[in-house]
């Protein structure tokens, strides 16, 4: 491998991809030197992390986990692995831990929401799949997106300007909270109490996609803001 550690994001977090030739001293050093300089990219989201690559022992994947977690401020709930009976388990944990994120009480919906498909909830929802352009969620509380968040999420429906909503990928052609609205810069004119999302660097594809990787929507002074979810942000919301 050109690269002997590589970090992918998926639905669920991020998977390390570890070259299995390296002597494995060496790629601790790689693992370290890999989430230091990502850092800043990867920010402070709580995330699902697993190994692929080459078989790790329980105290090397104990070890790396250290490491990671050292040299970035990745939060991270549950490590997953190839035997399903330990996934299960992985999941069943990463379902609480989420739980007790999302506030005293919430719903998980696994799946993903395509085109017409619209869900209404009444409490915080984390949303284990994609919302694909088209499709709609509404929640009387917070929103959470373990996936990609293309169409429409509207949190706080009850009058909440406290709620947020927060996907892995944020691509979303509205956001409302409360009684404030956001729409995508291509959506056309905005509504009152709306305001539009910054245009996507068309030039540069890369940068646009990297940009919109693991963000929050709040409301603050009335307007709907949008940022990355690092430690600043995570330390000031109030579940």
């Given at each position: 491998?050109?690269?002997?550690?590589?970090?992918?994001?998926?639905?669920?977090?991020?998977?390390?991809?570890l070259d299995p030739a390296i002597e494995y001293a060496k790629l601790?050093?790689?693992?370290?030197?890999?989430?230091?300089?990502?850092?800043?990219?990867?920010?402070?989201a709580p995330v699902v992390l697993g190994f692929e690559g080459r078989a790790l022992l329980p105290e090397?994947?104990?070890?790396?986990?250290?490491?990671?977690?050292?040299?970035?401020?990745?939060?991270?709930?549950?490590?997953?692995?190839?035997?399903?009976?330990?996934?299960?388990?992985?999941?069943r944990t990463l379902?609480?831990?989420?739980?007790?994120?999302?506030?005293?009480?919430?719903?998980?919906?696994k799946g993903n929401l395509r085109s017409g498909q619209a869900l209404t909830f009444e409490t915080s929802v984390i949303i284990l799949g994609d919302i694909h352009p088209g499709a709609s969620v509404t929640s009387t509380g917070n929103i959470v997106v373990l996936?990609?968040?293309q169409g429409q999420a509207f949190a706080g429906a009850?009058?909440?300007?406290?709620?947020?909503?927060?996907?892995?990928?944020?691509?979303?052609?509205?956001?409302?909270?409360?009684d404030y609205l956001a729409r995508s810069a291509d959506s056309g004119r905005p509504?009152?109490?709306?305001?539009?999302?910054?245009?996507?660097?068309?030039?540069?594809?890369?940068?646009a996609e990297e940009s919109r990787k693991m963000q929050i929507a709040f409301l603050e002074d009335g307007q709907i803001c949008l940022e990355p979810l690092n430690k600043r942000v995570w330390n000031d919301i109030r579940l």
């Open positions: 491998m050109d690269n002997p550690v590589i970090i992918k994001g998926n639905n669920h977090g991020i998977t390390v991809i601790r050093e790689y693992v370290a030197d890999k989430f230091r300089d990502s850092s800043k990219f990867l920010g402070a090397q994947e104990k070890e790396l986990l250290g490491i990671i977690t050292e040299s970035c401020e990745l939060r991270i709930v549950c490590l997953v692995d190839n035997d399903a009976e330990r996934r299960q388990q992985h999941e379902n609480e831990k989420l739980l007790d994120l999302s506030g005293a009480s919430g719903t998980f919906y996936g990609s968040l009850g009058g909440n300007e406290k709620a947020f909503v927060f996907a892995i990928d944020m691509a979303p052609v509205m956001i409302r909270i409360a509504a009152e109490n709306s305001r539009f999302f910054g245009k996507q660097e068309k030039e540069d594809p890369k940068k």
